[in-house]
């Protein structure tokens, strides 16, 4: 028994203080609310994350007979993590980038296969850095080809960029304007690195875990460097800014060069050009390597930096901009700004290239679903991964694109406004732009053909839920024996429930989505390469039918483009100012960020490498400090976040605390998309290492569900049901609400699960078993105990862990 505080900290019946530790879900309630009581104080933490408790709690450990049957309840608040200040709102622009660091961790759990696993996570890396090149390649057709090149009339104030002025020369003009994307390259590295400070250099608690032996019983997050990505997203943000410099570098200097070798130029300068291009070839080779060189490393926390690669490699790249930049304004008399720059191959280029990734993608994902233990658990047959990459490669697409078409329109209105002033032929003859690549016409053609068919997708899901409604209505007054029949009532749970079952057909839902996006961007790219013009113009001549549709998809493409591009500044503006609007948004990053940045730097960051070490040192220090029982609670992504906590405890920590979740997409949502971190194996590692785990769900929920269904673990406790009570009765004089995803701590259930787990870890503690194996419900067969713990240290001589498994 404890001596000193700690052996004070007993209640009246002998037993240890018993502590709950709430962890709230998505868009949580302040600390008032999920205590039950405006009174709080901050234990520990700061403005960003805290532990809250109770006023009238606070000093729980001094009187531990206050609290003799009942536990000391205190929140965990993580809201702020992702929906902080202002500046939140810039995290708009990295929605493509957070979408395909998701791609990385969908994937297959596949069995002793390295060198697939690896192949996957350089794919995935490979999209990533072509994400981020196109949206520097973006920013560069709008601020160089638009404005510098194209836009000779000098509209929107430009002035100073137009004719007779020292800055006339087109080289000078590409040379000012690159600023801008150059800027934009600055301001996404400095968004990732202030992140970086603050949440992956995060350290684990010291001590809590260790390698653990290669094996299937080792699951990933387990390990104690999984939540401490600070080396590899520092050599992954040096080789990403390294290439957007590179990028406006190549994109300055691929006009000038060219120029130089068609015209009579000084015979220095085409020599120069050539050695430019040379340049910027073996630094975007040098970029490729670093990116693809090495993945995670998660068996141990890594320390160590890469300084030369993270100083050297984004230095070089911005001497070799300036360069460029000082190349391009060298004096060529004679040089003239005609038609477009060679966006058209470019971006093209990036087009077929993520294609291309995403296809080999989909191959090494089959390859590791056909190896995994439970490919039944994988969504769309190991497919998962490619998807979500389709899925964030076409809204890198849309963005980009529809910021050029929305700019282009802007300039060629403003030019066409100019020109109409003056008396000249000339000025309205340039007031005619050349406009952005034709391939981005293209793809702003292709959206209403897009949204017909997700219209019709989800008509047809709709009309199954209706009919899953009606089938459901039929039963429901049965789960509630003694009622009399209510034919709203039962339309009313019915549909609530076939709602919610339409969350197991979402995966098919965005597999034909990302396929019809594959296919109907394929053939953008064909147009546009084929024909060399914009939709309307390539069918002219092909029929009054074609020619009409090629026409209205190219003008609806470029309205839907122009809305989506001014709704995203508006929502941009107002999470920037509104704090409840940042809320709202925030919600996307609760679910899109709590993955590390394994394949993104840029990507908004992983707010789990704050919370599941806070999460660890909490359980750590206060059952270390009072020898007292805890069950960590965890909603909804409360509880996501209260799993992976737990797993990074040592095992002398986990046999004193027990896991309650509850509206948990656990194993609905995460082992679906992430079975090799979430399926049916790591939840039953899982499983074996928690003293006591129980886990409440309900058919109305669209988002939790059981975690461990059909393997007699006794984990899962449901369907609960929903509403309590079907009709008025005198314990229910009014009708019941349907709950759904809320609201699961007012139903009996919770407090008897938790007063249950509190027992069994008072019992294993007075006896010294481990209480999961008190429970027969939850016993485990010897075979099954044997792999070591996650959190325990290597044996002598054991690897210390399977290579790539961190890809």
């Known amino acids: 028994m404890p001596s000193g505080p700690a052996g004070r900290e007993l209640s009246a019946a002998g037993s240890p203080l018993a502590l709950e530790l709430l962890v709230h879900g998505v868009a949580g309630d302040g600390p008032g609310e999920l205590l039950g009581d405006p009174r709080t104080v901050r234990i520990t933490g700061d403005s960003t994350a805290a532990v809250f408790r109770r006023t009238v709690d606070a000093d729980a450990e001094e009187h531990p007979e206050r609290y003799a049957g009942r536990p000391v309840p205190e929140v965990y608040c993580w809201s702020r993590l992702t929906s902080g200040n202002g500046a939140r709102a810039l995290w708009l622009l990295l929605l493509p980038f957070m979408v395909v660091n998701l791609a990385h961790w969908a994937r297959p759990a596949g069995v002793d296969a390295p060198r697939a696993v ?149 015979p220095g300068l085409e020599a120069l050009g050539w050695t430019v291009q040379g340049l910027l070839a073996a630094g975007a080779a040098v970029v490729l390597w670093v990116v693809c060189r090495r993945g995670r490393t998660e068996a141990r926390p890594d320390h160590r930096l890469d300084r030369a690669c993270g100083t050297l490699l984004p230095g070089g790249a911005l001497a070799l901009l300036a360069g460029v930049l000082l190349y391009a304004g060298w004096p060529r008399p004679g040089w003239s700004a005609a038609g477009r720059l060679p966006g058209d191959f470019a971006f093209g280029a990036l087009m077929l290239g993520q294609g291309c990734c995403v296809m080999a993608l989909a191959v090494v994902s089959s390859f590791l679903h056909r190896r995994a233990p439970d490919r039944d658990a994988a969504a769309l047959y190991g497919l998962g991964g490619p998807v979500v990459a389709t899925l964030a490669c076409a809204l890198g697409g849309v963005m980009t694109g529809g910021v050029a078409q929305r700019v282009a329109d802007s300039l060629d209105g403003a030019a066409r406004h100019h020109a109409t002033g003056s008396s000249t032929g000339a000025a309205a003859a340039a007031a005619v732009t050349a406009g952005p690549p034709v391939l981005l016409s293209w793809q702003a053609a292709v959206l209403p053909p897009l949204l017909l068919v997700v219209a019709l997708l989800a008509a047809w899901f709709a009309v199954r839920g209706a009919r899953e409604r009606r089938r459901l209505a039929e039963a429901v007054a049965a789960d509630y024996p003694g009622e009399i029949p209510d034919p709203a009532r039962s339309r009313r749970i019915a549909g609530a429930r076939a709602a919610a079952a339409l969350t197991d057909s979402a995966p098919w839902f965005a597999g034909a989505v990302c396929g019809i996006t594959l296919l109907l961007g394929a053939g953008a790219l064909a147009g546009a390469w084929i024909t060399g013009q914009v939709p309307g113009e390539a069918a002219r001549g092909a029929g009054p039918a074609l020619e009409g549709a090629a026409r209205a998809a190219q003008d609806a493409g470029s309205v839907l483009v122009g809305f989506g591009f001014v709704l995203f500044v508006t929502w941009g503006r107002r999470a920037y100012r509104d704090p409840a609007a940042r809320r709202t948004i925030g919600i996307l990053w609760d679910v899109g960020t709590f993955w590390p940045r394994a394949a993104h730097p840029f990507a908004p960051p992983c707010y789990a490498e704050r919370a599941v070490p806070d999460l660890a040192w909490r359980m750590t220090g206060w059952t270390g400090r009072t020898g007292g029982r805890l069950v960590i609670s965890g909603h909804s992504q409360g509880s996501v976040l209260a799993a992976a906590a737990v797993w990074q405890l040592p095992p002398h920590v986990r046999r004193r605390v027990a896991l309650l979740t509850y509206g948990s997409p656990l194993a609905r949502l995460y082992g679906r998309w992430f079975p090799a971190h979430f399926g049916p194996g790591p939840l039953t590692a899982l499983h074996r290492e928690v003293d006591c785990w129980r886990n409440l769900w309900r058919a109305t929920d669209p988002i939790g569900g059981p975690v461990l269904p059909g393997t007699g673990r006794g984990v899962d406790r449901g369907p609960l049901p929903d509403p309590v009570a079907y009709g008025r009765s005198a314990r229910h004089p009014l009708p019941a609400p349907i709950l759904g995803h809320g609201d699961y701590q007012a139903d009996p259930a919770f407090a008897a699960e938790r007063d249950a787990l509190l027992v069994r870890l008072a019992a294993a503690a007075r006896t010294g078993v481990p209480s999961a194996r008190l429970s027969a419900q939850s016993a485990v067969p010897e075979a099954a105990r044997t792999p070591q713990a996650p959190g325990a240290p290597a044996a002598p001589g054991g690897r210390a862990g399977p290579p790539g498994t961190a890809g």
């Open 118 to 266: 690896r192949a996957y996570g350089v794919l995935v890396r490979l999209l990533a850095l072509s994400l981020t090149v196109l949206l520097i390649a973006a920013s560069c057709e709008v601020s160089l080809d638009l404005v510098a090149w194209q836009s000779t009339g000098a509209p929107f104030g430009l002035g100073f960029l137009g004719p007779d002025a020292w800055w006339d020369p087109p080289g000078r003009r590409l040379a000012l304007c690159a600023l801008a994307p150059t800027a934009l390259t600055g301001l996404l590295w400095l968004l990732s690195s202030r992140t970086w400070s603050a949440y992956e250099s995060q350290p684990p608690p010291a001590g809590s875990a260790g390698p653990g032996p290669a094996g299937e019983g080792t699951p990933a997050l387990g390990r104690p460097g999984f939540w401490y990505g600070r080396r590899l997203v520092a050599r992954l943000r040096a080789a990403h800014t390294a290439a957007g410099l590179l990028t406006v570098a190549a994109a300055v200097a691929a006009p000038t060069a060219r120029h130089d070798r068609r015209a009579a130029a000084a």
